[in-house]
């Protein structure tokens, strides 16, 4: 036994190790390569992703933004045309209000104009009878009425 020598034995533990090395490499460093690669660009498209998902966030927070401001806006128009209704309502209404009193009293006026004309015919036709009935006690003798009616009624109407 020669403690340094070259032998068979070294070179079939050299050639099965190569052999070994080479398996190694295509079974196990092959498709533990494929599999790190494709971690690693999952990994990656993952960040990019996280990126262009920060900046969506960022572009839909100002849509948002934009989108509240509008809806601000138009609430505050809708609010003042409301308001601006209200008061038209309220002056329409008013005026109605005007319109119809005024016909009442209009209305009103006249009944009363109505009224005061029937009094009176109901007085002066009540003041002919006491004139005739009146006449006829001075002069103790009977008044046709119907005769003497254009006379009374000057007469009244002179009152």
């Known amino acids: 036994m020669n403690p340094v020598g070259i032998n068979a034995t070294l070179f079939v533990q050299l050639v099965t190790f190569a052999v070994?090395?080479?398996l190694l490499y295509k079974y196990l460093y092959g498709p533990l390569k494929?599999?790190?690669?494709?971690r690693r660009a999952k990994i990656a498209d993952g960040l990019a992703a996280a990126e262009r998902g920060k900046e969506e966030i960022v572009i839909a927070q100002k849509r948002a933004t934009e989108m509240l401001r509008e809806a601000k806006e138009k609430a505050a128009e809708i609010i003042a045309n409301a308001e601006r209704?209200?008061?038209e309502l309220k002056e329409e209404a008013q005026v109605k209000a005007r319109e119809e009193a005024d016909r009442i009293l209009a209305g009103a006026r006249a009944e009363i104009?109505?009224?005061t004309n029937r009094a009176r015919e109901v007085l002066r036709e009540r003041v002919v009878e006491l004139v005739v009935d009146g006449a006829q006690r001075i002069l103790h003798k009977e008044i046709d009425a119907q005769a003497h009616r254009d006379i009374v009624d000057r007469m009244v109407g002179q009152l």
Not at 34 to 38: L, S
């Open 20 to 22: 070994l090395v080479a």
């Open 34 to 38: 494929g599999v790190m690669e494709a």
């Open 85 to 87: 209704r209200g008061v």
């Open 113 to 115: 104009e109505v009224e």
